[in-house]
């Protein structure tokens, strides 16, 4: 294949155009063997040649009657179409303005009649590779530009000012303009919201002076044409260097925006199904159907000695022991042994409970208790002795009812309870305050109680507020032991420090369902300052209201 051949062997396309046919068929007779030629006789026929050959090269006169060399030559170089046609100025006009006045139309360049044959094969053919290596380059970028497009990726390029040089389909769809109205405009100051603009200028910066990492990833906030943002992953920031110097900047990126809001959702809904669980004073996973941990409360990360992102994700029987397998179905107290971080195995009181899930598939909702703290403290009952003048008094409250008082009476519920206990009853006080104060206080030498604490007291039982389910089992058991019993409650402020309010609720519902099955009694002091009105008429709706003048002068109680 010689150099005058176009790619594949098909010749090139040569355009001659002058006004006089004896140089028109000069230029032929000289080029006709080596390519395919076009000729015209005038200026405008030469544009309408052009437009329907689209020739490869063009020989064009200076001088013709209709309009010149030098202006159809302007015209073709101000079209974005015919633009990097190589156009050589044939002319017997041999002056350096002359020259001057073709390189300004846009002439790429000159030949001097009469023509040398062989000047005129080599500036053509020369003419002709430049071309062909421009072509070849252009049709690379269009092809690099439709596997972008077919990618959905966006591709940014700014250059050191941060406008936009180029920019992939993609984006220019993404943001609603055309490249004519984005090219050229500072990326930073039209595109980006200004609570990101700051951040994405300084990594714009680290990446021309080569600090950071190329294939360094960071999220985006773009906007559209109708001010609507979009979120863009940007990833592969690739310095480009021209002449050793770094000129711009390439970024590729996609529009995560749907990704983003789907993940929202599903994140809404993790945290409130997290919130449920959390609800729950025991520790609760849920699975996917394939029996993968999808959910986990902090109950059970606890529980189970693991992070989250331990256990999120695997195979659920990866955390029990070898023989064990859950299946779907609802099923109440059945005995699972699982394996804790450290190796440790625990057995588990377990609880499942099918839930739907995404389309036809189920989900399984598992509540687990480590058995041997699932009773509660073991309390001993002890009465104190009977006084003669509480005696005389006659102070009771009535057995099977839960009585509340408002802590900022002056007639406290502690000075109700001492009462009764001085009448011979078996009591129970779990209260925030140090035990010891208590006891010397209103001479409690007996009494057991019960400190809610997270400081463990060789000395006193005392319970973690986090422990809010071990409470019930506590209060049952000290019930079941005694007839007649009083117990005071005083601390579900700090509890709701450690619980949400459900929950305590939720304990509150057990142990009223339990002192109303029995012959026992129970005082629960309250500040309602620290509850809302929903919240404390939630409480109280189950008790009865104990003001003071319970325990006075005259012994008389008062209940609303």
Known sequence: MSD?????????KVLIVDDEPVNVKLLEAYLLNEYDIITAFGGMEALAKVEEHNPDIILLDIMMPDITGYKVCEMLKSSEDTRFIP???VTALSGTEDRIIGIRAGADDFLTKPLDRIELNTRVSSL?????????LINQRDQANLYLDLAAVVLLVLDEAGNVRLMSKKGYELLGYTEEEITGTDWFDNYIPASARQAFRDLFGKSLSGESDHESYFESPVLNRNGEERIISWNNIVPMVSNGHV?????????????????????RANEYLDNLLKASP??????DSNRNILTVNNNATNLLGRELNNLVGRPVSSIMDGKDHLDFRDVKDIEFVFIKGTGEKIPMNVSTSVVAGNGDENNLVITMQDRSELRGLFITPLTEDVHEDVMENGSELEPGFMYLVDCSEKGDAYSVFSYLVKQGKPGLCITRNNPENIRVKYGLSRTPF????KNKNRSQQTMDPAELFRIHPTISDFINKVNDGAILMDGLEYLLLDNDFISVIKLIEQVNDTIMASDSR???????GTLDKKQFHMLKRWMRLLKKG?????????LN
């Open 4 to 12: 005058q051949t176009m790619e594949d062997g098909k010749k090139g």
């Open 87 to 89: 156009i050589v100025m």
């Open 128 to 136: 002709l590779r430049i071309k062909q290596l421009h072509d070849d």
């Open 247 to 267: 000129n711009s900047v390439l970024i590729s990126g996609t529009d995560v925006t749907e990704r983003k809001k789907a993940e929202e959702k599903i994140r």
């Open 282 to 287: 025991i520790a609760m996973l849920s699975l």
């Open 450 to 453: 019960l400190w809610l604490s």
């Open 522 to 528: 129970l005082i629960l002091m309250v500040d309602p």
């Open 550 to 558: 319970f325990v006075s002068g005259d012994g008389k109680q008062s």
